[in-house]
């Protein structure tokens, strides 16, 4: 790991560096601790695989288009724990390019949980809202 990302991975909040492709490259203690999942297990594994449909596709949509721009974002997404417990949480994305033999883009999420959220479902509109 390049060692630029790799201080990011001392931070206290969770933090998850994925690739160009959103294939999780290495993740810190706090993310293990927040999802349950650990690094072993999850490393390898595409960032959306903590996906919930409570976190409305545009968000992914304005996601992408910002960093594959090479722009931060932030915003918030529910998703689910290892346990499948829900998580909320408030997150910023940083992509960052690193040069060696080549140009690797490299993606830092960085995120803080939202304790009190609570997230409920308008009745036959099949779409979920998220409350803090």
Known sequence: MNLQLHTFLSLAD???I???THTILAV???YE???GYSESIIVGKKAGVLRTPATPPETYVSMKKAIHSGRPWSGVFTNHKQNKELWHSSITITPFNIEGGS???VYSGSWNGLPEATIWMKPGSGKFKVHC
Do not use: P
């Open 14 to 16: 969770a933090v998850i």
């Open 18 to 20: 994925t690739d160009e």
């Open 28 to 30: 810190n203690e706090a």
């Open 33 to 35: 601790k927040v999802t």
């Open 103 to 105: 140009t690797l883009s």
